[in-house]
């Protein structure tokens, strides 16, 4: 059964999570705003999702575009978790994941770092 969670609750553990990034990485994003949608309309299981250039993939031709986006998913985070403790681990994971590939990193790295 999900975790009852209101909407502004689940906004402030993504704020937490932001806010517990360490100071270097928070200065380095460059470009990027995060966001909450309840679940991804194609994939609804889907936790997380980066979309954009990454930090690593610019260059002196990377001007005038949109912001990178980092989407958190709350309908599925909260179904796969028994409680709130479970809710705040698994949003900060979340958080973070995207946030690595904003900076380049990807899924095969992540899991080699334990951030899978």
């Known amino acids: 059964m ?41 994939d609804p299981e889907l936790l997380g999702l980066y979309e954009g250039i990454a930090l690593t993939e610019r260059d002196h031709t990377y001007s005038g575009v949109l912001p990178d986006t980092i989407t958190i998913f709350r309908d599925p985070l909260l179904a796969m978790c028994e409680d709130e403790e479970e809710v705040v681990e698994e949003v900060a994971i979340t958080v973070v994941h995207e946030i690595a590939h904003h900076f380049g990193i990807d899924d095969d790295k992540l899991h080699q770092l334990g951030w899978g």
Do not use: I, K, W
């Open 2 to 42: 999900p975790v009852e969670m209101t909407r502004a609750r689940f906004d402030e553990l993504v704020g937490d999570a932001l806010d517990r990034l360490p100071p270097e990485f928070a200065s380095a994003m460059n470009n990027v705003v995060v966001l909450v949608e309840d679940a991804h309309p194609e």
